[in-house]
Nanobody
Framework: QLQLVESGGGLVQPGGSLRLSCAASGRTLDPYTIGWFRQAPGKEREGVSCIPYNTNTTDYADSVKGRFTISRDNVKTMVYLQMNSLKPEDTAVYYC??????????????????????WGQGTQVTVSS
């Protein structure tokens, strides 16, 4: 059983940065694709970014392209989301999720949530002055 725990959320001013971490335990991340999702109050959860296990073919939501960077360390079983130039509209609970995937070696932020089998509990990010 794969367990995921997010950390790194908090309160930050507009224009600031945060790095979210997703720590996996229970098994290795081979061959899991990891996705970051977020849910703002009153809104549906949306895909933010994703990264397959052994490729660099990441994907980002248009709203975060150029500001967020996803990365992973398979040895440490960690996945990160570096968030720069944060905006108030980035305020949300951020979740990481994992899905077993060998092929294709790519992912999309619009892939259905139902494809992800494992979820963390979420970490709150608040962008406010």
């Amino acid at each position: 059983q794969l367990q995921l725990v997010e950390s790194g959320g908090g309160l930050v001013q507009p224009g600031g940065s945060l790095r979210l971490s997703c720590a996996a335990s229970g098994r290795t991340l081979d061959p899991y694709t990891i996705g970051w999702f977020r849910q703002a109050p009153g809104k549906e959860r949306e895909g933010v970014s994703c990264i397959p296990y052994n490729t660099n073919t990441t994907d980002y939501a248009d709203s975060v392209k150029g500001r967020f960077t996803i990365s992973r360390d398979n040895v440490k079983t960690m996945v990160y989301l570096q968030m720069n130039s944060l905006k108030p509209e980035d305020t949300a609970v951020y979740y990481c999720a994992a899905r077993w995937q060998i092929y294709p070696a790519s992912c999309s932020v619009v892939d259905p949530e139902g494809r992800y089998s494992y979820w963390g509990q979420g970490t709150q990010v608040t962008v406010s002055s």
